[in-house]
Structures are given as C-alpha cells and as structure tokens.
C-alpha cells in the first residue's frame, strides 16, 4: 500500500528541488580568487631582465624579484574583513605571477578590497626548517623554497630584489628583507564593490608592483651607487627603507 | 565390439595434448618487486620520488649492475663509475672526463650525492629529472659513445651470470629491456646514495662536537662578507650560505649563479645555453659543499686543484662581467679573511666530509 500518488510525488520532487535551489548557497562553501601579480617599471609594463630608467636617468637592470606574500584578506562589504590563511611565492619572472585564495562562508558576497601581508607570518618564519614539510613543493617547503629561506634559525626571506646598475663598470644591488620586523601589510580598496559567487572560481583581482617605486618613494629613494647590499641582518636600516617602499609601490590595476 | 567414434578419438587426443603442454608450462612467474625502505636522514626533506619509478629492492639493485655495467659502452671498457668514482665522492679527480674514443669533456663530471633531492641535472640544469639526466652519457660521443638500441641489445642478449632480462621482469615485471628501464633503474639506485653521516651531521644531531676552529669556520659560513667599512653591513664572514644554504642540510641553494671566474662566456655559456637569455650567460649550478674536501677539482672547469684555491678566489671577489652574481664582493676588495679565517673556513669544510658515504659497500662496483 502506499500513500503517494503520482501527482503528490512529482510535487514533493519539485518542492525538494526549489528549497535545494533555494538553500544552495547557505551552506558552507567555498569559492576561489586569482590574484594576478604583474610588475611594471614608473607606470609602464615591464619585465625581468630588462633595464629601466632611474632618478638619475642611469640605467637600472633588474634581474630577480620574488616575494612571499601571506595573511590575506578580502573586504566583505557586509561583513568585513574574512581573513584567508594562504602563503604564495611570487616569481616576477613568471607570466603568470598569482595567488590563489579560498574564501569560505555563505552565499555570496560583495568585496570591495584586499589585504595583504609582504613576508612569513611570524609563526611560520624562524625555526621553522622547509624539510618539515611534508609536500617538498609547499612554497615554505624544500623545493618551494628554493632560493628564499636563509637557514633554520634565520628563517625565510621575504623578498628579494636583484640587478644592477648598467653603469662601467656595473654596479650590481640585492636587496633581501626578512626578519619580523620588516613584514608589512598592504592594504588596497576597490572603486567599486565585485561580486564574489558563491562556490566561483572566476574572480579575479589584478595587482601591480611598480619596481622604479621599490628605489624610488615620495619620501626616500634608495640609490643602489651608496647603498648597493642589504640581507637585512647585515643592514638593518637600508632593509627596512627597502619595505617601506616596497610596501607603498603596489596597488590595484586599472 | 562397438567401434570408438572418429569423435571420441579426436577428443581423447585433445585432451591427451592439453594435460602434456599443461604440464610443460608450469605456473606463470609472478612479478612482486618488494618495496625499497628509504631511510630520510634527520634534517633532511622528504625525497620527491617520481610516482612512475618507486624505489624497489630489485629495481636498486639492477639499478647499481647498470651503474657499473661496461656494457653499456660502445667498447665494453666504460661504465658510469669510471667517471664518477667512489672515492672522490662519485666525482672524476681529473678536469674533464676523457671518453672511450679518446674525446675530452668541457666541464668536470658533478659530483653523484644526494641528487634524489636536485631539482635540476648538469652543470646548466638543462636535465629536468634523474632519469632524463642518465640518458645523455650513455649515446655522447664523448662519453660512452654507445646508441641507445644497441645498448639495450646488448643487455637484452645477455648470457652471463648477471641474468638482465631476468632481473628486469623482477624489477618491473618485463624481460624485455627498453632504454626507459634502463634509465628507471639507475635512476632507482642513485637515489639510494644519501650522505648523512658526515661529522656535521652528527654535531647537528647532538653526538659530537665541533672544535673551536670548525665552530668558527661555521659562523663564519653563516657570515655576510665584506669588510663594513667597505660593504655596508659586512662582517667580515665567508658569505658561503647564500648560495650554499643549508636548508634540508643539503648546502646547495639548487640556484644558478656566475661565481665570478670570467670576464666573459664565450668558452661556456652556462645556463644561457639552455634558457638563450644573456641574463643566464656564465651561470651555473650551485653544488652541494657535501663531501667537497673529495671532490676536487673545483668549478664547472675544474679549474682549481684545492680548497684553499677556491676560497682565495671568493675571497678575492672574482672578475667583474655582465652577470656577475651581486653576493661577489669583486667592487669592494672581496671577502677580506684573514689567514686564521680561511683556515677555519676550511676546518669547516672539512667537517662535511662523509666517508662512511664514499666507502658504503652498496655503492661499490658489483661485478
């Protein structure tokens, strides 16, 4: 014997289906955003390897940049900021520079901005040995890490900013921060709100570091003639000049 | 009498030849190669072991017979071993390796140690795995000078003791040799050469204890270089770590840099060759410090003899050139050691001698 007719099932379907529908998006999910990272030189496109014009109209050859970034966050209009645990390696010579950041919760959001931290998070930085991690390819670990991490009790380098000035004879510059104390955050806001649906994958934000802005701020510029070097224990302040301009040359591409 | 049907016969006849040949075949063999234990040294990182080639008993033990098979030469007089030789940590003592034609090399052979964790092969990285870098010495006109089809037939054929085709299906459950189990193999048994046991490593497990000049050789490893007045934050350090980091313990950053030794690259242009980009011209792999007291001689050259060569050139900061890696201090006087500092540089680099490693009797020539 059964209760159901043919009618009052295919009712039940279409009524389980409409709250299915209807509720999709209240459960915890979660979608992805791209951040793609560019490097340009005083405002123009640039890449790694070439020569840029500096302050003093020498030429400026650069040859590596790679950054850690870490501890972003994105700004939910409603909400706030939803902080995302991700740590990437940035390789400027790459085309395809990026970060990917899952961003968990409900329904959709409206996000209006972006931060983020230049460095490894404290608690992932000193002490910290890239062979514990199990997966050599984590970007803290051994292979990811290749080339950015300075020893056990030293910890990772956060950036690293090479070339030379193609003078005679050349001078060639290194600038590699790490340590606490040069970890900075950035922090940019949209014109305009973008919609991040719920579970998407296609939203993407475009960053850019102005490499000329690295040497060159309104408050300080950094003439790699008198301050060639710094490994940020060796030099201190020249590393932390370096951040701070690092810091304030990345924004949100047009 | 009832006559037996022309049926009946053939059927008997049928069954008759089916129990015969059943017995002649006997069962079919079973292929289970035993999982290697790789032993991951303390400090050190997990191994990235490709998931197409795990490690096998069998496969490492064929892998060691091919590494020292002559066989695989176009003379039967060289195997792998003959230019990478044991006792000089899996390196060649002389400046280039001289081939079964009596053809010369143009870089020192690398040292074979701890490559199970190289992301990159040759001195200009241009092998991207262990088994595409075993490929290249076997067919090299200056090296074994042998095509790979007839290598592997020779293999294929074999008659002797050595049994391959056998010891292939126990390997990889195929008697038939191809030049990818070859390589599969070697590749298997390389990754075995682990040095661990060198006397900083046990000081870095706690079971010893460096002398007061290792000590120091050591921080002075660690050390920026330069003298401050000359290089702003100097130390007056050997500035080695930069490039031969000790993450993982492996003393080798797996970058490419140009170390400074010529003013231009027409001779060799390193890593260029392989990118095309003249950023890339003059560089070269970082090796591992690893066991470097036994792997003279020195550089992608061979050009220096000794150790204490080697530190006078850093210490001299180098030629200047166009990629000329911005850690040589060649605009400002070089490193600046003083005697009693190169000597405990040296005392330092002496302690990553492993000769447990060189002398480990599953390294050796088996034949």
Sequence with gaps: MTFYTPHFSAALIAASALLLSATGCQRESTATVRVNCAVEWNGEPFTIGESGLDMQGREAQLERLEAYVSDFALHDVEEGWIDIDTVARLDFSLADSHALLEVKGTGDRSIDGIRMGLGVPADRNKDVDPASYDNPDHPLGFKGSAGMHWGWAAGYIFSVYEGRLLTEPNVPFAYHTGNDTCFRTVELMFDAPRLLECESTDLEINLVLDAYQCLHGDGDVIDPELDPETHTGNNLPLALRWVDLYQSAWSIAP | ???????????????????????????????????????????????????????????????????????????????????????????????????????VGTRNAMALINLGWASSFFWDGRSPSLEDQIRDPVPHPSEMNLPWPEAVAKLQADGTDTRYPERFFDAFGTTEISEDLVVMAIAQFVRTMISADSKFDRWRRGETDLTDSEY????????????????????????????????????????????GLDPSFEADPGRASVTGSPLD?????????????????????????????????????????????PFMKYTTGGLSLAPSQKADLLAFLHTLTDTVFVQNPAFQDPH
């Design chain 2, 1 to 103: 009498m009832k006559r037996r049907s022309h049926t009946t016969w053939v059927l008997w006849a049928v069954a008759l030849g089916w129990s015969l040949s059943g017995c002649d075949c006997g069962e079919a063999p079973v292929w289970e190669p035993t999982p290697y234990a790789l032993e991951i040294p303390p400090f050190f990182p997990p191994m990235d072991i490709p998931a197409d080639n795990p490690l096998t008993v069998e496969g490492v033990e064929l892998g060691r017979l091919l590494f020292w098979e002559t066989r695989l030469s176009e003379d039967n007089s060289m195997s792998c071993g003959s230019c990478h030789l044991p006792e000089v940590n899996f390196a060649d003592p002389a400046q280039y390796s001289t081939g079964v034609t009596g053809a």
């Design chain 2, 216 to 259: 120091s050789g050591y921080q002075m490893f660690l050390r920026e270089g330069g003298d401050p007045e000359e290089v702003p934050g100097g130390q007056f350090g050997g500035d080695c770590f930069h490039c031969h980091g000790e993450a993982g313990l492996q003393f080798t950053d797996h970058l490419f840099h140009n170390n």
């Design chain 2, 281 to 325: 011209s003059g560089l070269f792999r970082t090796p591992t410090l690893r066991n470097v007291a036994l792997s003279a001689p020195y550089m992608h050259d061979g050009r220096f003899q000794t150790l204490e060569e080697v530190v006078e050139h850093y210490n001299s900061g180098g030629v200047a050139s166009s990629t000329i890696d």
